[in-house]
Protein backbone atom coordinates (compact mmCIF):
# COMPACT_ATOMS: atom_id res chain seq x y z
CA UNK A 1 0.00 0.00 0.00
CA UNK A 2 2.05 2.81 -1.04
CA UNK A 3 -0.19 5.23 1.78
CA UNK A 4 0.94 3.15 4.15
CA UNK A 5 4.68 3.53 2.96
CA UNK A 6 4.69 7.21 3.09
CA UNK A 7 2.88 7.56 6.11
CA UNK A 8 5.69 5.85 8.16
CA UNK A 9 8.69 4.20 6.17
CA UNK A 10 9.29 0.13 5.65
CA UNK A 11 8.71 -1.95 8.40
CA UNK A 12 9.73 -5.27 8.14
CA UNK A 13 11.76 -7.76 6.82
CA UNK A 14 12.26 -6.52 2.99
CA UNK A 15 15.08 -4.09 4.17
CA UNK A 16 17.56 -2.90 0.79
CA UNK A 17 20.34 -1.73 2.73
CA UNK A 18 23.23 -3.60 3.62
CA UNK A 19 24.43 -1.73 6.49
CA UNK A 20 22.07 0.24 9.13
CA UNK A 21 22.18 2.37 12.17
CA UNK A 22 19.65 0.23 14.78
CA UNK A 23 18.28 2.13 17.70
CA UNK A 24 16.63 -0.13 20.02
CA UNK A 25 13.25 -0.11 21.54
CA UNK A 26 14.18 2.12 24.05
CA UNK A 27 15.70 4.74 22.17
CA UNK A 28 19.49 3.59 22.83
CA UNK A 29 21.88 3.32 20.04
CA UNK A 30 22.84 -0.39 18.67
CA UNK A 31 25.41 1.13 16.35
CA UNK A 32 26.15 0.04 12.70
CA UNK A 33 25.00 -3.53 11.73
CA UNK A 34 24.89 -6.01 8.75
CA UNK A 35 21.46 -6.25 7.61
CA UNK A 36 21.36 -9.64 8.70
CA UNK A 37 22.65 -8.83 11.85
CA UNK A 38 19.83 -6.86 12.26
CA UNK A 39 17.25 -8.91 11.52
CA UNK A 40 18.32 -12.13 13.54
CA UNK A 41 18.29 -9.11 16.34
CA UNK A 42 14.55 -8.58 15.32
CA UNK A 43 13.62 -12.22 15.59
CA UNK A 44 15.23 -12.65 18.27
CA UNK A 45 12.85 -10.00 20.47
CA UNK A 46 9.89 -10.38 18.18
CA UNK A 47 9.76 -7.56 16.94
CA UNK A 48 10.05 -5.02 13.78
CA UNK A 49 12.25 -2.99 11.86
CA UNK A 50 11.03 0.35 11.32
CA UNK A 51 12.90 2.87 8.52
CA UNK A 52 13.16 6.05 10.38
CA UNK A 53 15.74 8.25 8.31
CA UNK A 54 16.59 6.64 5.01
CA UNK A 55 18.42 10.43 3.37
CA UNK A 56 21.57 8.81 5.57
CA UNK A 57 24.73 6.76 5.64
CA UNK A 58 23.66 4.48 6.72
CA UNK A 59 19.81 4.46 6.68
CA UNK A 60 18.67 4.58 10.59
CA UNK A 61 16.01 1.59 11.44
CA UNK A 62 14.60 1.79 14.77
CA UNK A 63 13.57 -2.05 16.63
CA UNK A 64 9.94 -1.71 17.51
CA UNK A 65 6.44 -3.59 18.56
CA UNK A 66 2.91 -4.06 16.87
CA UNK A 67 1.78 -1.13 19.19
CA UNK A 68 4.71 1.10 19.24
CA UNK A 69 4.55 1.08 15.33
CA UNK A 70 0.67 1.66 15.27
CA UNK A 71 0.98 4.42 18.33
CA UNK A 72 3.62 6.43 16.44
CA UNK A 73 1.03 6.21 13.03
CA UNK A 74 -1.91 7.85 14.92
CA UNK A 75 0.54 10.26 16.52
CA UNK A 76 1.37 11.51 13.02
CA UNK A 77 -2.14 10.96 11.53
CA UNK A 78 -2.95 13.80 14.49
CA UNK A 79 -0.13 16.18 13.16
CA UNK A 80 -1.12 15.79 9.70
CA UNK A 81 -4.86 16.55 10.55
CA UNK A 82 -3.66 19.57 12.52
CA UNK A 83 -1.77 21.29 9.94
CA UNK A 84 -3.87 23.85 8.41
CA UNK A 85 -1.57 24.55 5.01
CA UNK A 86 -2.06 21.16 4.05
CA UNK A 87 -4.76 21.76 1.67
CA UNK A 88 -4.62 25.33 0.62
CA UNK A 89 -3.89 26.90 -2.62
CA UNK A 90 -3.08 29.94 -4.21
CA UNK A 91 -4.99 31.52 -6.69
CA UNK A 92 -3.43 34.94 -8.83
CA UNK A 93 -5.29 37.14 -10.09
CA UNK A 94 -3.74 40.68 -12.82
CA UNK A 95 -5.35 43.21 -14.07
CA UNK A 96 -5.08 46.38 -15.74
CA UNK A 97 -5.50 49.61 -13.85
CA UNK A 98 -7.29 50.77 -16.39
CA UNK A 99 -10.46 47.52 -16.31
CA UNK A 100 -13.47 48.35 -16.99
CA UNK A 101 -16.17 48.37 -14.81
CA UNK A 102 -17.89 45.25 -15.93
CA UNK A 103 -14.70 43.17 -15.93
CA UNK A 104 -14.07 44.52 -12.65
CA UNK A 105 -17.04 43.04 -11.34
CA UNK A 106 -16.57 39.81 -12.88
CA UNK A 107 -13.03 39.34 -11.62
CA UNK A 108 -14.00 40.43 -8.18
CA UNK A 109 -17.25 37.57 -8.08
CA UNK A 110 -14.63 35.37 -8.85
CA UNK A 111 -12.03 36.17 -6.38
CA UNK A 112 -15.34 36.03 -3.55
CA UNK A 113 -15.88 32.49 -4.91
CA UNK A 114 -11.99 31.34 -4.28
CA UNK A 115 -12.20 33.11 -1.05
CA UNK A 116 -15.15 30.87 -0.01
CA UNK A 117 -13.25 28.41 -1.04
CA UNK A 118 -10.87 28.76 1.74
CA UNK A 119 -8.25 29.65 -1.49
CA UNK A 120 -5.34 32.52 -0.81
CA UNK A 121 -5.92 34.87 -3.23
CA UNK A 122 -2.82 37.53 -4.36
CA UNK A 123 -4.60 40.08 -6.68
CA UNK A 124 -2.04 42.55 -9.16
CA UNK A 125 -2.55 45.41 -10.45
CA UNK A 126 -0.36 47.02 -13.68
CA UNK A 127 -0.37 50.57 -14.39
CA UNK A 128 -1.58 51.18 -18.18
CA UNK A 129 0.41 52.50 -20.10
Not at 1 to 6: E, G, M
Not at 15 to 21: A, F, S, T, V
Not at 93 to 107: P, W
Amino acid sequence: DPKRKAAFGSVGRRIPYRILHVISQDGESLGNMHRAEALKLMDKHDLKLVLLQENVEPPVYRLMTGQQIHEEQMKRAEKKKASPKAGTYVKELSFSSSIAKNDLETKTKQIAQWIEKKCHVKVTIRQAK
